[in-house]
């Protein structure tokens, strides 16, 4: 079926990230209201719900799907949506908003539904391990085993998030990867292997700060073994924007590659962890999925950057927490 451009659907995660969704379907019929559109909206109550609601939107010919949750609620949506001519817009909601960062989404449901309002639409990459979709990143080692642990948390959030880092930090065991990749194959015991489609995990920590959604092109970052310090400043330049000048660093930008490592393991998916197995083939699916996005999307630029992300943060913050 035709998409409908004038015909949306509204997908809901109530349980993403730390925020309180009530008044968001209602802030979003009213700032979508003079747009001339019909939106319905529908709430997700499991796991593979949001798949299942954009799969149908895509069948009943809506024009647009609006996902408002965190990055695992996004991938869910943006795996139905691939090849369709079906839009994407994002409200994030999750706490890392990797996805949403990256395309400079603002990390606010009023002024994210401002930028899906503008209509403007980029044709993006994805990403593909093993026939499973990803439009962020995908990674094995030290950040798939913290998805892991980060998972089986109660309580969400920055702080959950780090002390989980921390505590896996201290027990933590590279492992041997082969990577062939541009003809090549590279045998690197490692930190860990980052396949990035977009520049930043979430949080405002860029794992490849020089990545792009519409290069056609994965950027795999490898962080090797190193001593305690070393690795622990890789956490800095991780946050700094600065990680391409990191001596522990190796950088691959590759349409396809395999990675291979003993026995399988933990993996992470857009953050979401799951086990794959020991031979991983991933590939960049180029202009696969159309997003709202703002008019303009700027560079990654060290230190300025994640400046004026933080500084962005504190101002939602105050303003979600301070009532005058």
């Known amino acids: 079926m035709t998409p409908d451009s004038d015909k949306w659907l509204l997908i809901i995660n109530p349980i993403s990230g730390t925020s309180d969704k009530q008044g968001l379907e209602q802030l979003a019929l009213e700032r979508f209201a003079s747009l001339g559109v019909h939106v319905d909206v ?9 798949t299942n609601l954009a799969r149908r939107a895509v069948a009943e010919g809506y024009g ?29 909601c999750g706490s890392g908003n990797g996805l949403a960062r990256h395309l400079e989404i603002p990390v606010d449901a009023e ?29 094995v080692g030290f950040d798939a085993a913290v998805s892991e642990k980060f998972a089986t948390e109660k309580h969400r959030g920055k702080l959950t998030y780090l002390r989980n880092t921390f505590r896996e930090f201290l027990n933590y065991a590279p ?22 489609n977009a520049s930043q995990y979430g949080n405002n920590a860029y794992i490849a700060p020089d990545a792009s959604m519409t290069d056609g092109q994965l950027d795999i970052t ?4 190193g001593n305690p310090l070393t690795t622990a400043l890789v956490g800095v330049d991780l946050m700094s924007g600065n990680l391409n000048r ?4 190796s950088r691959l930008r590759v349409p396809s590659a395999v990675i291979t490592r003993r026995g399988g393991g933990p993996a ?57």
């Open 222 to 225: 490898i962080v090797h073994s």
């Open 64 to 92: 647009s799907v609006i996902a408002a949750g965190g990055d695992g609620t996004i991938n869910e949506t943006a795996m139905a949506l691939l090849n369709t001519g079906v839009t994407l817009g994002v409200v994030p």
């Open 268 to 324: 992470h998916i857009d953050g979401e962890p799951i086990t794959l197995p020991e031979r991983l083939e991933v590939k960049c699916l180029n202009n696969s999925l159309q997003v709202y996005t703002p008019l303009e999307m700027h560079p990654v630029r060290p230190i300025i950057t994640p400046l004026h992300a933080m500084v962005k943060d504190l101002q939602i913050w105050f303003k979600n927490h301070i009532h005058v």
């Open 175 to 196: 492992e041997e990867y082969e990577i062939m990749a541009n003809g090549e194959v590279l045998t690197q015991k490692a930190f860990l292997v980052a396949v990035c």
């Open 111 to 139: 002024e994210s539904l401002d930028v899906i309002a503008l209509r403007h639409v980029t044709n993006c990459d994805s990403g593909m391990v093993n026939e499973r979709p990803f439009f962020c990143t995908f990674g």
């Open 246 to 249: 990191n001596t522990l660093i």
């Open 42 to 50: 529908a709430w997700t109550t499991g796991h593979g719900d949001a």
